[in-house]
């Protein structure tokens, strides 16, 4: 049987890098939702593919591989054609203080100095900050938890929900108990 995992939850709660880890565990391709949604621009994050490239270039990546794990919580949004396939869906969840604290650290590491310098970066930076923070809050939007529990409700697959404050390791670890 086919093991196509899917990692999803909020922005920072760790879906690539428990993607990136069960993918070198598994010896199976890891892909990231990002990369598949976003058009690769300087800044990063500004335009998006159309849904027809979207598909043509994740089923070109993963052509030839019944195995893989794919990381992103939009995929519920514009990625229904893959929906079907998975056999878990991962659920991250992290508490807002911990997910905000990684999404600084890791805009700080993307933009370097041009975040203290470069008035149009420190804008967009504000603006994700202020998204990814809404996903606790808000009640409608691109994710939050109750537009998260309203589509595992939907799947057919097993969902697996996890603290990510434990490691990478004991996350990977737990899914493959799960997988096995």
């Known amino acids: 049987m086919a093991t196509r995992i899917h990692l999803f939850g909020a922005s920072g709660s760790g879906t690539t890098t428990l993607g990136a880890a069960l993918g070198e565990r598994l010896g199976i391709p890891h892909l990231e939702a990002d990369d598949y949604y976003w058009l690769p621009t300087d800044p990063p994050f500004?335009?998006?593919?159309?849904?027809?490239?979207?598909?043509?270039?994740?089923?070109?990546?993963l052509q030839g591989h019944d195995d893989w794990v794919l990381s992103g919580g939009s995929v519920?949004?514009?990625?229904?054609g893959l929906i079907a396939e998975f056999t878990l869906a991962v659920f991250l969840r992290l508490p807002p203080d911990e997910r905000m604290a990684r999404l600084?650290?890791?805009?700080?590491?993307r933009y370097g100095a041009q975040l203290d310098s470069d008035a149009a970066i420190q804008e967009k930076s504000r603006k994700f900050l202020a998204w990814a923070a809404s996903y606790d809050t808000a009640t409608e939007g691109t994710r939050t938890p109750?537009?998260?529990?309203?589509?595992?409700?939907?799947?057919?697959?097993?969902?697996?929900?996890?603290?990510?404050?434990a490691s990478v390791v004991d996350l990977a670890d737990q899914v493959l108990a799960t997988i096995r």
């Open 146 to 165: 109750g537009q998260h529990r309203q589509w595992i409700s939907t799947l057919h697959c097993p969902v697996l929900t996890l603290d990510s404050r």
């Open 46 to 61: 500004t335009d998006k593919y159309p849904k027809a490239e979207r598909w043509r270039r994740i089923r070109e990546r």
């Open 76 to 80: 519920y949004n514009w990625g229904p």
């Open 104 to 109: 600084r650290r890791r805009e700080a590491e």
